[in-house]
């Protein structure tokens, strides 16, 4: 598989509608991470998840579509939306360790309600690590001068806010950070159990900024 793109596509139509994609995206020693069930936690390497997902889409017809990406190579992460069988509208994220050209760690939030608002373009992005420590700085509570004017925010957990609320959050692994799309993306650990931001860059500050939190803490 040639790139990150094709790779998030490829897994939302793999949680559609054809399993037997685990065979290409995953590890042979794959494991996945829910925000908010321990579902995935015994599901390892592309066997077991072409069993799980076969057991899964006999009680759930859901469908996923890939939104916003941060490509870093052999880290990525986007968004997703998801129109549930209950007839719910959903936002998600995901956020993957690709080794050997394979998925081998995945870490997955569904968030509360959808973000309704269009997709930002990409706009190629700078000094993206000074932009993402002003950010937590600013998260921590700190005045610091990151915004655009026209920024949006969205809280998978509480729905939208105009700002995000100060929080100490903590960085979990390395992040995501995609100079030509101007999009950064890390996962943390914080007042919530865990938690993963997804920011989208223009000019040196944060335009759209998108936060969703789990219920459990990380086990890997």
């Known amino acids: 598989m040639e790139n990150n793109e094709e790779r998030m596509r490829r897994w939302c139509r793999m949680w559609n509608e054809d399993p037997a994609l685990a065979h290409e ?3 042979p020693a794959g494991v996945q991470w829910s925000g908010q069930t321990p579902g995935l936690d015994s599901v390892v390497g592309p066997f077991e998840q072409v069993r799980f997902l076969d057991g899964y889409r006999a009680k759930h017809v859901n469908l996923f579509r890939p939104r916003v990406l941060a490509d870093g190579g052999d880290h990525f992460a986007y968004l997703w939306d998801v129109d549930k069988a209950d007839g ?3 936002t998600g994220f995901d956020f993957n360790i690709r080794h050997g050209g394979r998925i081998a760690e995945n870490w997955t939030f569904v968030g509360e309600w959808r973000d309704t608002a269009p997709d930002p373009a990409y706009s ?3 000094d993206l690590d ?3 420590d002003a950010w937590l700085r600013r998260r921590a509570g700190e005045p610091v001068d990151v915004l655009t004017e026209d920024f949006a925010f969205f809280s998978g957990a509480a729905g939208p806010l105009a700002r995000p609320e100060p929080a100490v959050l903590t960085p979990h692994r390395e992040p995501v950070v995609d100079p030509d799309r101007g999009t ?3 996962l943390w650990t914080g007042p919530a159990a865990s938690g993963a931001d997804l920011l989208s860059v223009r000019d ?5 900024a998108w936060s969703l939190t789990g219920t459990r803490s990380f086990r890997y």
């Open 184 to 186: 950064v993306a890390f």
């Open 88 to 90: 719910q509208k959903l």
């Open 124 to 126: 190629g992005g700078h």
């Open 25 to 27: 995206l995953m590890s």
């Open 204 to 208: 040196g500050r944060v335009a759209r």
């Open 130 to 132: 000074k932009v993402l």
